[in-house]
């Protein structure tokens, strides 16, 4: 798995240089940030961000859901920030004055301190370690806070064997059903309060989980 991690985290910067090549930056981060302000609308039954909350955005990328609340105290973790920072004009850290970023990965991340929300944005899967990153996800999570997680999960099971056999989806070294990542939170002792799927689709679809201690 080890391997996989590693290939995953080499063709993930090159697949980010790749499609931001000849895209507007400022088109990119205004439909980057409706993006994002789509999946908090959607998931306001549940939850409402107040500006003295404090955000964790593991896994950020270079336009994590962090580019959304400017208000709000944020600690922004990703293996690749560097690269990012030096590769791809649309990601500079001055931008975010209130965000504090940190080169890490989800795993090896920790906090000293506890969050009122903890994104997890199409990261979890990308990970070495799956159960550690949910541990370090869950320690992270204030005793009242929420956790917010979106993955790929797949819908039927001769699929997910087949990606987790070849090299059908290099980024992502994890393949999981939605039953499989919900068991991951629950093992952690926290249960799902709201499930979304984003985008439907024919192998996996794009799905938002919302949990809580429980």
């Not at 080499?10 to 790749?18: N, Q």
């Amino acid at each position: 798995m080890r391997l996989r991690w590693r290939l995953a985290q080499f063709f993930e910067i090159i697949w980010w240089r790749s499609y931001m090549r000849g895209k507007d930056n400022v088109d990119y981060l205004l439909k980057k940030k409706l993006y994002w302000q789509t999946q908090l609308d959607d998931c306001a039954d549940v939850f409402k961000i107040r500006n003295t909350d404090i955000i964790l955005d593991m896994g950020c990328g270079p336009a994590g859901v962090f580019i959304n609340l400017p208000d709000n105290k944020i600690t922004a973790v990703d293996p690749l920030l560097d690269k990012y920072e030096n590769d791809l004009s649309v990601f500079s850290p001055a931008d975010y004055p209130n965000v504090r970023f940190i080169k890490s990965t989800i795993e090896a991340y920790q906090p000293g301190q506890q969050f009122d929300y903890v994104f997890c944005m199409n990261a979890i899967n990308h990970v070495s370690d799956i159960a550690k990153g949910f541990e370090v996800l869950a320690a992270a999570c204030a005793p009242n806070g929420k956790m917010i997680v979106s993955i790929d999960a797949h819908k039927n099971s001769f699929m997910k064997a087949i990606f987790r056999i070849g090299p059908g989806d290099v980024l992502h070294p994890h393949q999981y059903s939605m039953e499989e990542y919900t068991n991951f939170l629950h093992q952690v002792g926290f249960k799902v309060i709201k499930s979304i799927i984003l985008e439907p689709g024919k192998v996996f679809d794009l799905c938002l989980l919302v949990a809580e201690r429980g």
